[in-house]
């Protein structure tokens, strides 16, 4: 069965601070990977998504994510924070080419510290 | 204009009780879902349906039934609620394989 793992529970950066989220899944063949996030109190917004090409995907807000096949990761970056980067970021995965379950890792808070 | 819309935003029931959430998207999406998030924030699959066909149900109790009247709607109903099922509710769309969009959600709380 698919897994998605979120390595880090809470992460607190100052602001413009470098962030690194990690998310690694679990499943052999091809894979549809995405990045969601959650403001405190609202639905989940898609940052970024990939599906195939360039694993350096690039999103909303200045985010970006890079595919490694070989280490079954694509985890979320943003070279500067912002006070209002601070929510919930869940990392999924799809089975390429399905209409299947989008599962999901148990998310990371970001807290940004003005 | 919204895309996807749930209602009601808030629900308080008292255990034993029927309820229902509505959802409706109007992005034409052919894939309905509903997801559950718990006090943690983890995310589980309950119901996806596609062209008014179920096509996954994963092992959630059968209290609870989604009910597709059309293409655009996919209705939660919940019979006998229990204090477990306090949670939030998220209705989600999405075309073919592409990523799923997601309702503001619903706020189920059972007293």
């Known amino acids: 069965a698919q897994s998605v793992s979120q390595h880090n529970h809470h992460v607190i950066l100052s602001e413009a601070a470098s962030l690194e989220l990690g998310c690694n899944y679990s499943?052999?063949?091809?894979?549809?990977l995405f990045w969601y996030v959650q403001y405190p109190g609202q639905h989940l917004q898609l940052l970024l998504k990939?599906?195939?090409?360039?694993?350096l995907v690039k999103g909303i807000k200045g985010f970006e994510a890079e595919f490694i096949k070989s280490k079954f990761s694509f985890n979320l970056r943003k070279p500067s924070v912002q006070w209002s980067d601070t929510a919930e970021y869940f990392c999924?995965?799809?089975?390429?080419?399905?209409?299947?379950?989008?599962?999901f890792g148990k998310g990371t808070k970001l807290s940004v510290k003005p | 204009d919204t895309a996807v819309s749930q209602t009601p935003k808030y629900l308080v029931t008292q255990m034993g009780n029927d309820k229902s959430i509505k959802c409706e998207q109007n992005?034409?999406?052919?894939?309905m879902y509903w997801y559950k998030q718990d006090s943690k924030k983890f995310l589980k699959i309950m119901f996806s349906?596609?062209?008014?066909?179920?096509?996954i149900n994963e092992t959630v109790p059968n209290r609870f039934s989604p009910k597709s009247p059309d293409k655009a709607h996919l209705n939660l109903h919940i019979n006998s609620l229990e204090l477990g099922d306090s949670a939030v509710y998220f209705c989600?769309?999405?075309?073919?394989?592409?990523?799923?969009?997601f309702g503001p959600g619903t706020r189920l709380t059972v007293t």
């Open positions: 499943y052999g063949g091809t894979v549809n």
């Open positions: 989600a769309s999405s075309q073919d394989a592409g990523a799923p969009y």
């Open positions: 349906y596609n062209n008014k066909e179920l096509i």
């Open positions: 990939y599906f195939s090409g360039d694993p």
């Open positions: 999924a995965v799809k089975k390429g080419g399905s209409q299947g379950n989008l599962i």
């Open positions: 992005l034409g999406h052919d894939t």
